[in-house]
């Protein structure tokens, strides 16, 4: 059995073969964990526990707060302003200090902080469930007793460039026999073509080529630039369409559906990207139901609730209410009460001859959600009533998922997330939350909704999303995105004295040089892997926000002169002619344009006579006032509403 390893390979991966093949198993960092875990039977975790043990060491640091009433801890202050994000900061801190192995025990000339973390440690007790650096190191050890599965590790990078912790475990896998090498020492040798790929390979592995060279313009390096992605994945995809023979590897940052999308639209195997985003109206749910727990109450967020897709309450009555709020915001007021009146009497009839109306769920799910008891926005809300509406919400999801027939994924997620709260708010002590504290806690469940709006399908592109997931070594590999996502910094938490005292105790962590020269390194493996053609595509908006160009794209302008002739722009049509001597090119047709005079307005309103100072102004009038002069004018002051 053959390990291969590396430090992206727990997302997909592009591969000669298959997982389990032949005896080849492909792992990151979070795979390997799993498999040390069944191989020593040390499965005691939960899957993803970060939220509940960001509140475990928050319990911590209050109770260290207290205990040393006497001294200041170099957190207090961060901590009096924001519990939950200082106990998740100083939670990642300690599992980086235990991951690199350190021991949390107190020595002399301990620097201040890291005294601290050794009292937070003796202070914690069992109180903590294990994070990924407790496991690591608890299987690590346990390992060492195992009969060992594997002959061979391949490690992707270069183990120079990895953490200090996984190096010292293949340290002991190689004095337990373990053929340790790095992925490029077993890669087949081929021979090497003087073309611009290879010239930009080059000047890649050279630091001091300086010289700018001239692009010999053969087609094994080509830049595709336009305005907009849109663009270019279309052209792309027929780009495909046309030349069946076109069969690129490719890299796909950031799960952007761009390509996907086009690919589909002209007829071709969908790639099968999931797509993440926390603007899934399902997810909405979670950051708006705890409106309905304060006064005053906001009616933007109650808008939003019943102007949902999808959502716990009946879409009868959200639609009646929409129209309500729109017209007179405010929640109880007479109008109100005689248009739910009204709405209910309709039903009730409709009920008679309609036996698929559940009269009784839609006036519980009205009860619940707008004759809730509401509290002061400026007191706090018991706990138990957070517990009731997240309740609530998961019942809900669970029932909508086993009614759209397990097809809707996004509220699978919102159940899972509506538990995850649940799980929170029994872990938590308090019996009371204020608004910004329960506002806290939503922000630290609430993530992107991964759905995958097609199935990969058969003969499609194989894709990653990651530099050195690239595998297979490609003839052909096409970088969509060629564009800057890094990080814009990254710094050490550690302290100078911290650093040296850790080195004393032979602890070494991965600082932020480490990972600059890690980022740097696998930034120019999928150049490297490339065998025969290299396609960059640029675009100087995505999802309509301007990006910078990839840093090689500075690597690339310095080393060549020419730049230019192999850069084809979908816009301009530039080189679009030499692109011809290797593919059917697509051609673009021109549409004629059609004027359009301006129009005239088809609504006068005369300055004097009609707006006049009104002596009151609601929340909602303010809003459309400040934000909407126009809205405001005609709703507050001509009475004219959206039909």
């Not at 890649?204 to 305005?227: P, R, V």
């Not at 590897?249 to 099968?272: F, H, M, T, V, W």
Request: charged share 25%.
């Amino acid at each position: 059995m053959t390990i291969f390893f590396g430090l992206e390979l727990d997302d997909r991966i592009i591969k000669t073969y298959q997982t389990s093949q032949n005896g080849i198993h492909y792992f990151g960092l979070k795979k390997l964990l799993s498999f040390l875990e069944s191989s020593t039977g040390n499965v005691q975790h939960l899957p993803d526990n970060d939220y509940l043990r960001a509140e475990q060491y928050r319990q911590v640091l209050s109770k260290f707060l207290a205990t040393e009433a006497d001294s200041t801890p170099f957190f207090k202050a961060s901590f009096l302003a924001d519990q939950l994000a200082t106990a998740k900061t100083l939670l990642a801190s300690r599992d980086e200090l235990k991951i690199h192995g350190f021991d949390f025990e107190l020595k002399q000339n301990c620097p201040n902080r890291i005294q601290s973390f050794c009292q937070l440690e003796a202070l914690i007790d069992g109180k903590l469930d294990p994070g990924f650096a407790d496991r690591w190191t608890s299987s690590t050890h346990l390992f060492q007793q195992c009969d060992l599965t594997f002959e061979t590790l391949v490690h992707i990078e270069p183990l120079e460039l990895l953490p200090s912790f996984v190096q010292k475990w293949f340290e002991e896998l190689r004095g337990r026999g373990v053929l340790i090498q790095q992925f490029s020492d077993t890669l087949a040798k081929k021979p090497v073509t003087n073309n611009d790929l290879q010239l930009f390979k080059n000047s890649l592995l050279s630091s001091t080529n300086l010289a700018a060279d001239t692009l010999a313009k053969d087609g094994s390096l080509i830049l595709f630039q336009a305005k907009r992605e849109t663009d270019l994945a279309r052209f792309i995809a027929q780009l495909k369409d046309l030349n069946p023979d076109f069969a690129p590897s490719c890299i796909i940052p950031d799960k952007n559906r761009a390509l996907d999308n086009a690919l589909i639209q002209e007829g071709l195997p969908s790639l099968g990207i999931l797509s993440a985003s926390l603007g899934r109206p399902t997810l909405q749910i979670l950051k708006l139901v705890t409106a309905f727990l304060w006064n005053p109450i906001d009616p933007m967020k109650i808008m939003e609730f019943v102007s949902l897709a999808v959502k716990p309450i009946d879409d009868k009555l959200a639609a009646v209410i929409a129209k309500e709020l729109a017209r007179i915001p405010g929640i109880g007021g007479d109008s109100w009460s005689r248009t739910i009146a009204i709405f209910f009497e309709e039903m009730r009839e409709k009920a008679k001859s309609d036996k698929s109306i559940d009269l009784g769920k839609i006036s519980f799910d009205y009860d619940f959600w707008f004759k809730r008891k509401r509290y002061n926005i400026n007191t706090k809300v018991p706990k138990e009533d957070v517990v009731q509406i997240f309740e609530q919400v998961r019942n809900w999801s669970i029932k909508a998922f086993e009614d759209s027939n397990s097809k809707t994924t996004s509220i699978l997620v919102l159940s899972e997330q509506a538990k995850r709260m649940l799980e929170l708010l029994a872990a938590i002590p308090e019996n009371d939350l204020s608004y910004l504290e329960l506002e806290r806690i939503v922000r630290a469940i609430y993530e992107p909704a991964p759905v995958q709006f097609k199935e990969e399908e058969l003969g499609h592109l194989p894709y990653t999303h990651l530099n050195t997931a690239v595998l297979n070594q490609p003839s052909q590999l096409l970088w969509w995105n060629f564009s800057e996502k890094e990080p814009d910094y990254f710094f050490s938490k550690w302290y100078k004295n911290e650093l040296e005292y850790l080195h004393q105790n032979d602890v070494f962590l991965f600082l932020p040089k480490d990972k600059n020269q890690l980022l740097t390194w696998q930034r120019n493996q999928p150049i490297f892997q490339t065998q025969q053609q290299l396609l960059l595509t640029y675009a100087s908006f995505v999802n309509g926000e301007q990006v910078l160009p990839h840093p090689l794209m500075g690597n690339l302008k310095a080393q060549f002169k020419n730049l230019d002739a192999v850069t084809v722009d979908i816009d301009s049509n530039q080189n679009m002619d030499w692109l011809g001597q290797f593919f059917t090119v697509p051609k673009k047709e021109a549409l004629d344009i059609l004027s359009s005079e301006q129009q005239a307005p088809f609504i006068t309103i005369p300055t004097k006579g009609v707006l006049a100072q009104r002596e009151k102004e609601s929340y909602s009038s303010l809003d459309d006032l400040f934000y909407y002069p126009y809205k405001w004018v005609f709703k507050h002051q001509l009475a004219l509403y959206k039909s």
